[in-house]
């Protein structure tokens, strides 16, 4: 029984690094406002403009 809480907390713990972060980001926030999509990799109808979630991914449009 303690091994389920210990995974359930880490789980949550898990969960709440990634979901506040993804809103603060001034990069993606702009890069959304000029119609960019973030991702690792841009397809090739798409050009690089930038960076998104602090440099690990690229702003494609």
């Given at each position: 029984m303690r091994v389920?809480?210990?995974l359930f907390a880490?789980?949550?713990?898990?969960l709440?690094?990634?979901?506040?972060?993804a809103?603060?980001?001034p990069d993606t926030q702009q890069c959304r406002s000029n119609?960019?999509?973030?991702?690792?990799?841009?397809f090739h109808m798409e050009h690089w403009e930038g960076s998104c979630s602090s440099g690990r991914l690229r702003c494609c449009r």
């Open positions: 389920l809480q210990l880490v789980l949550v713990i898990l709440l690094q990634g979901a506040p972060a809103r603060g980001r119609r960019g999509h973030c991702r690792r990799l841009c």
